[in-house]
């Protein structure tokens, strides 16, 4: 996901919380007080918790699952010139590094739910609330 994406996304997500809490246009308030009035993340770090949820999920299937091995599937072949996408994958790995997490840590504390509970809860508290 791109930062316009992320920023699109989390327009439409305000402008929705805006207009169910009734919140029009003489009566502005910002991001972090339209969140905290409706008891919601804002949605990067609503998208970070639902990532790292979904991995722990896939990290705790048996090694022969295909979606555990398309975790860690690399295509064959040259890629084009150029900057390389932003893909998932490289999302869940820059978040790693930035942790200094590795998949074989995340591997173990995957298999302890409630401690994936509250690693997904630290890394969506760290870093991850601007708007």
């Known amino acids: 996901m791109t930062e316009g994406d ?3 996304l989390s327009s439409f997500h305000n402008g929705c919380l805006r207009k169910i809490m009734r919140i029009f246009w003489p009566n502005k308030i910002i991001n972090v007080e339209l969140h905290e009035k409706a008891n919601t993340d804002n949605m990067r770090t609503l998208l970070t ?6 991995i722990g999920h896939v990290l705790r299937k048996p090694a022969e699952c295909i979606t555990k ?3 860690r599937w690399t295509p064959e072949g040259k890629r ?4 390389p996408k932003n893909t998932w ?3 869940v790995e820059k978040e790693m590094r930035d942790h200094k997490l590795t998949w074989g840590e995340l591997e173990r504390n995957a ?3 409630e401690n994936w509970k ?6 969506c508290a760290h870093g991850h609330n601007k708007d």
């Open 6 to 8: 992320m920023y699109k």
């Open 49 to 54: 918790k639902r990532r790292w949820r979904w």
């Open 69 to 71: 091995e398309a975790l």
């Open 80 to 83: 084009k010139p150029g900057r």
């Open 89 to 91: 994958r490289r999302t």
């Open 111 to 113: 298999k302890d739910r």
């Open 118 to 123: 509250d690693l997904v809860l630290a890394l």
